[in-house]
């Protein structure tokens, strides 16, 4: 069975302090579909479900990327595939750029820019002096105007975090990935990251044959569209694996026809060789 890493996405629900111990518990019929096929492997990222929090203020994507590289190594469990959902999607992405892995990443509901980016409270200018009271500020609204759960419930760290992760643009290291090592599903009815945002971005680039659309699905197509997402994931497997062993296939053939080239070269130079010989 092939290792499959999964990561998940940013809900307020499996924040630590509402007392859950498995941030994929929600999604269990996807993760045990999953399993029929895969060796599946997930961890509960800082902030939620138990997890500690970091002693740093707040973290960036790229501090999520490197939290997973260090649990690939500590837990010597090689992925040869990494799935990551909403959120998930964006760290995973990140993680394949930031480290060069080769390593096919399958985005389910991708973050990668999302739909509407919480605002800060802006006037024209902010005075760095200010800056304080404009964070304060938008914390305020956030939480008390917008009644965003994420801020509302979160931890400083996580309201922090959180900041920083919403405004992530993924869409350029989507443009540099290599097309055959990247999978993404999308619903068609999902306005939290809706999939014609990231098509206008990339345009006609080669990863867009990659992205797959399920009609009338929204964010959480995991849970309603279970069975499609699955045979979506186990049909990008069987193709990349097949095309893996296509490109073994042909640079054994290059090697052999290299090594067959050698021996006729090497046997044209022993015939001139002996010939000098006889005529000498």
Known sequence: MKNILLIHGWDYRNYTKHGGKDAWANRSKF?????????????NLPGFCGQPEPEEKEWKLED??????????????????????SFGGAVSLQWKMQYGKDTPVILTSPALLRAS?????????WPKQLNFVRKTLRDIYLINVVKNSEMKYGTSF???TYQNIVRVDMSKSLLAVNPEEVKLIFGSDDHMVPPK????????APVKSQITII????????????????????????HFEKSIKENKDESKVNEL????????????????????????
Do not use: C
């Not at 993760?31 to 961890?43: A, R, S």
């Not at 090594?259 to 000098?276: F, M, P, R």
């Open 31 to 43: 993760i045990d579909k999953l399993g029929e096929k895969y060796n599946v492997n997930y961890m």
């Open 64 to 85: 999520y990327a490197e939290y997973i590289e260090n649990y690939i190594t500590e837990n010597d469990f090689e992925p040869d595939f990494v799935l990551g959902y």
């Open 117 to 125: 980016r919480n605002k800060n409270i802006r006037v024209k200018k």
């Open 158 to 160: 996580l309201r922090k």
């Open 197 to 204: 945002l990231i098509e206008e971005k990339i345009g006609d």
């Open 215 to 238: 009609q009338d699905g929204k964010h959480d197509i995991a849970n309603t569209h279970t069975e499609e997402v699955v045979s979506l994931i186990d049909e990008y497997v069987s």
């Open 257 to 280: 026809e290299m090594t067959e080239d050698v021996v006729v070269e090497k046997k044209d130079l022993l015939k001139d060789e002996t010939e000098d010989v006889e005529f000498k």
